[in-house]
């Protein structure tokens, strides 16, 4: 059964969306690139029953839960998914971060500044958040150009629990 998916935002090219079951092929192309495990880790996503439980445990929980989560990004105009844009709450950090996904074809093109942007807006005007973060993996230096293109400042370096490696967490109060 098809649901209809719900569009959270736009910008100037892009609609995010809310994720539906039907994303299941999209999330397990996109969580099993190169950059992704590189950067985002491996999410154990490995067939298309895989993909769903991912959505269902992440995004939708996180809709249902806070109202927010990562969204299915889109060129205006066309439905296929370039990647993922978002508002995650982890239990280790304090604060909302931002998180996005492009697949690699997309890259180069302003599309994660793009959806960055328009998310954080939509995150201070429909959520009320003052304070927004973001995690990088210390090598993911597009990532790091792309956050502080929005606005947001380097703070520190964490761990998101004992056995983690440190990332940069980047802020913009």
Same mark, same amino acid.
Request: hydrophobic share 40%.
């Given at each position: 059964?098809?649901? $209809?998916?719900? #569009?959270?935002?736009?910008?100037? @090219?892009?609609?995010? @969306?809310?994720? #539906?079951?039907?994303?299941?092929?999209?999330?397990?192309?996109?969580?099993?690139?190169? !950059?992704?495990?590189?950067?985002?880790?491996?999410?154990?996503?490995?067939?298309?029953?895989?993909?769903? &439980?991912?959505?269902?445990?992440? +995004?939708?929980?996180?809709?249902?839960?806070?109202?927010?989560?990562?969204?299915?990004?889109?060129?205006? =105009?066309?439905? $296929? +998914?370039?990647?993922?844009?978002?508002?995650?709450?982890?239990?280790?950090?304090?604060?909302?971060?931002? !998180?996005?996904?492009?697949?690699?074809?997309? *890259? =180069?093109?302003?599309?994660? &500044? /793009?959806?960055?942007? =328009?998310?954080? %807006? *939509?995150? @201070?005007?429909?959520?009320?958040? $003052?304070?927004?973060?973001?995690?990088?993996? +210390?090598?993911? %230096?597009?990532?790091?150009?792309?956050?502080?293109?929005?606005?947001?400042?380097?703070? $520190?370096?964490?761990?998101?629990?004992?056995?983690?490696? +440190?990332?940069?967490?980047?802020?913009? /109060?």
């Amino acid at each position: 059964m098809s649901v $209809t998916p719900v #569009t959270v935002l736009e910008t100037q @090219r892009l609609s995010l @969306r809310q994720l #539906t079951f039907d994303d299941a092929p999209f999330i397990l192309e996109l969580v099993n690139e190169p !950059g992704w495990l590189r950067f985002i880790g491996d999410k154990g996503v490995r067939n298309l029953d895989d993909a769903r &439980h991912y959505i269902r445990q992440g +995004p939708m929980a996180s809709y249902a839960r806070l109202g927010f989560g990562l969204y299915v990004v889109s060129v205006k =105009g066309d439905a $296929t +998914p370039i990647g993922m844009c978002g508002l995650i709450k982890r239990d280790t950090l304090p604060d909302v971060d931002i !998180g996005y996904a492009l697949l690699q074809r997309y *890259h =180069g093109k302003g599309y994660a &500044h /793009e959806a960055a942007a =328009g998310m954080i %807006e *939509h995150a @201070r005007g429909k959520h009320g958040l $003052t304070r927004i973060v973001a995690i990088t993996n +210390p090598d993911n %230096e597009a990532s790091g150009k792309v956050l502080t293109k929005i606005g947001m400042r380097f703070e $520190t370096m964490v761990k998101l629990s004992q056995n983690d490696p +440190p990332v940069k967490l980047f802020a913009l /109060e």
